[in-house]
């Protein structure tokens, strides 16, 4: 459930499974994609569930990975249904926030939708461009649209979750970084520069 590892054009900096950790053991979404290709978080849930369901087929168990939270509730939990992005606005939005950056965007959500400027990372200019462009596609705040309410899966999750040192993390952190270096991220991100733009490197 990361949300990176898909692209078949990052692999160091998203540290991907290495064919060797991967050998016998049956993995999804690693790959998969190009990074000139537009998914979702939606996309992903649908995908996911279709995915779970044929290893249903089979075996009782599946082991979701994470990755990104927001991903992973995706999964567990769904997404309430949203306008597809509009190409147009979302170009305007992103032309008003490189003419007077992030104030401009929380001005106009504040405007919009009082309940989701109050809730959402007011420095994440990437969630308030699509909280304004739902809100502008369907003429109603973005919380008035959603129900939050789960959705019914037909199968039982169970949470496994890993914990350390703060100290300990930081430390294989750092190594892992220079694992990366020596192994040509700078490379690969420099490969990417020019690609910038796209939706799977922001």
Known sequence: ADSRQFYREMSIGTAKPTQEEMQNIPHHFINNLSINEHFSVGDFEKEALKVIEDLHQKNDVAIMVGGSGLYIN????????????????????????????????????HELDEV????????????????????MVTGSPYSQLLQKKAKHRTFETIFIVLNTDREKLYAKINSRVDV???????????????????????
């Open 116 to 135: 989701t400027f109050k809730k959402i990372d007011r420095d994440n200019h990437h969630r308030m461009m699509r909280s304004i462009e739902v809100c």
């Open 74 to 109: 995706g999964v567990i939990y769904g997404f309430d249904e949203l306008p597809p992005s509009d190409e147009k606005k979302r170009a305007f939005l992103e032309e008003q926030y490189q003419l007077h950056g992030i104030q401009w965007l929380q001005k106009k959500l």
């Open 180 to 202: 990366m270096m020596k192994n040509g991220l700078l490379a690969e991100v420099k490969g990417l520069t020019e690609h910038q733009q796209n939706n799977a490197l922001k």
